[in-house]
Each structure stands twice: as structure tokens, then as C-alpha cells.
């Protein structure tokens, strides 16, 4: 058992690797065991299949993300409540945006993960992808009414736009914060994982408490 139990750990870690290099749809069976140290047949044993493997990849890293951002989520709505105030915009949205900024700069593994997130958001071929937003989706959806808490005086349909938004430039932040560096493209200077929590905070923020 314990060995079963490493062969898919390593299994996970290597398809995790080569995702982020080369993207799903490159990345072979076959490359991922041969990385792995394990036989072709151990996708299919361990899994099921190539897609399922995707799928248990995404889970590892983001359930635990996931839960983290509505525990936070949660403590800021009944602090706001036990202090008859309204949700704070920065709270919510650094609850959201800190622990996958986090993971990056203290786990080993997690620039692999965030690169893969990041080619997963362009792959030719939409099975992962979709897996990727229905694990989402369901923290989007309990993060809106906080925000609207949070701001009363947004409308919920301009509330629901701005936090896309908010989606969409923390998924190029810290993809340009993992990507090796391109000849001839300008990459802003590199921050720790705090600064960059900050500077990104309070630059969503100001676009969600915009008047306009």
C-alpha cells in the first residue's frame, strides 16, 4: 500500500512538472511515468486515464487553496458582523488572492503549479480547463454576495464584472511572476510574496470601490 501510495504522489508530481513546462495537451502518457519511474500501465491503474490525472492534479493544489480563501472569507464576514460594520474590501479580496500568492513563494512545488494553471488557461483542449473553473466556481459564487456586503452602493452586475477582473489580473500577475523571461518583453521588477500581495490588493481594491 505504502508503495501504491508513492507511485501516484510521484506520478502527481512529475505530470505536475511537465504540465507546467510543456502544457497537457504536449505532455504524453508516456513522458509522465518515464518521469515518474513508473510503468505505462500506472496512469490507468492509479487514475484512469491522462484526463482524470489532470483532474487529480488541479485537486491536490487547489482544494486546499479553495478552503483557505472561504475560512478567511468567513473570519472577515463574522468580524464584520460581531463589529456592526460592513465587510472590508481589501480583507476580502486579500483572503482571496494571498494564499495562491503564498503557495507560489513557500512551497516547493508551487511555481510548477501556478505555470501549469497559467498554460491550462490557453490549452487547445477544454476538459481541463473546464475542471479548473467548476472548482472555482463555486468560491466565486459564495464571494460575491460578501462583496456586495461589502459595497452597497455598486451594482451586483458591476460587482460580478470587477471581481472577473480581479480574477483575470491576479492569474497574469503571477503567471508573468513564473514565466521564464522572454527576449525583448519588459518584466516588471520582482517582489517577495508579501509586497506583491500588498501592491496587487490595493491596486483591486481602488477598482472595486470605483464610483464610475
Not at 510521484?10 to 507546467?20: D, H, I, S, T
Not at 479548473?132 to 468560491?139: K, S
Amino acid at each position: 500500500m505504502h508503495d501504491e501510495t508513492d507511485t501516484k504522489e510521484r506520478l502527481l508530481n512529475a505530470a505536475e512538472a511537465l504540465f507546467a513546462r510543456h502544457g497537457c495537451h504536449a505532455t504524453s502518457v508516456r513522458a509522465i511515468t518515464h518521469a515518474a519511474g513508473a510503468n505505462l500501465a500506472a496512469v490507468g491503474y492509479h487514475f484512469g486515464s491522462k484526463e482524470a490525472l489532470i483532474r487529480a492534479v488541479i485537486d491536490r493544489r487547489l482544494a486546499p487553496l479553495n478552503r483557505e480563501r472561504l475560512a478567511r472569507m468567513e473570519a472577515e464576514l463574522e468580524a464584520a458582523t460581531t463589529a456592526s460594520r460592513r465587510p472590508r474590501v481589501a480583507t476580502l479580496l486579500r483572503a482571496f488572492i494571498e494564499p495562491t500568492v503564498r503557495f507560489r513563494t513557500t512551497d516547493p512545488k508551487g511555481r510548477d503549479f501556478i505555470a501549469f494553471v497559467a498554460r491550462l488557461l490557453h490549452e487547445p483542449e477544454p476538459g481541463a480547463r473546464d475542471h479548473f473553473f467548476a472548482r472555482m466556481r463555486p468560491v466565486i459564487k459564495r464571494y460575491l454576495p460578501a462583496l456586495c456586503a461589502a459595497l452597497p452602493k455598486v451594482a451586483p452586475e458591476v460587482i460580478q464584472w470587477r471581481f472577473h477582473f480581479c480574477i483575470g489580473a491576479m492569474a497574469h500577475t503571477l503567471f508573468v511572476a513564473v514565466a521564464p523571461p522572454v527576449a525583448g518583453h519588459h518584466r516588471p521588477t520582482a517582489l517577495d510574496g508579501d509586497a506583491l500581495v500588498t501592491l496587487l490588493v490595493t491596486f483591486l481594491t481602488a477598482g472595486m470601490k470605483a464610483h464610475s
